[in-house]
């Protein structure tokens, strides 16, 4: 089984930065996914880490460290369309493609 | 264009009478995943589908049924839906990995059907 741990909410200025953390404890780690959820919309990717480092994609980067079971998206020049929740989903084993998801970070954004 | 689409956006239905909910795929991947959201809370897998391979979750509930009768279309069942199973359902799609390490592979999901339990 698999424990994914990130913070409930977050709350920042627009044009600021905000890194959102996720741990997660899990055998067979086969890959790291954040994605992006507006309230009543349905989940999009934002990016995936399966090796040590930053992947960087515009204003999101996400990093992993594999040996500390720990990531974190950052997101910088927020907007106000980045009010969303952010969810960390790891997937686990060599074969298959299940994800086990955290319970997300609810982010608001304010002017 | 849709991608993953699922019919309908909203469903209400009555206490102990079945349901069914739909996603259709224009993107030909051969897994098919379901899941139930339910509010702040994350999504949580109820059975996905490799090809035609049904695989369950250990902790899914009897209640909740699935069929896939082609590589484009999945049905979520709930025979007799009670007031704990008002949710988003939400159908999800992606290319299976074809080896250890290999590709993103990352899920497309359909905009989900908020089921109402009355």
Known sequence: GQNIDQPTEMTAT???IVQINCTYQTSGFNGLFWYQ????EAPTFLSYNVLDGLEEKGRFSSFLSRSKGYSYLLLKE???K?????????REGAAGNKLTFGGGTRVLVKP | D????????????????PVTLSCSQTLNHNVMYWYQQKSSQAPKLLFHYYDKDFNNEA????NFQSRRPNTS??????????????????????????QVGGGVYEQYFGPGTRLTVT
Do not use: W
């Open chain 1, 14 to 16: 627009e044009g600021a």
């Open chain 1, 37 to 40: 959820q507006h309230a009543g």
């Open chain 1, 78 to 80: 927020l907007q106000m």
């Open chain 1, 82 to 90: 980045d009010s969303a929740s952010y969810l960390c989903a790891v």
């Open chain 2, 2 to 17: 849709a991608m993953v689409i699922q019919n309908p956006r909203y469903q209400v239905t009555q206490f102990g009478k």
């Open chain 2, 59 to 62: 902790d899914t509930p009897d």
């Open chain 2, 73 to 98: 279309f999945c049905f979520l069942d709930i025979r007799s839906p009670g007031l704990g199973d008002a949710a988003m359902y939400l159908c999800a799609t992606s290319r299976v990995r074809g």
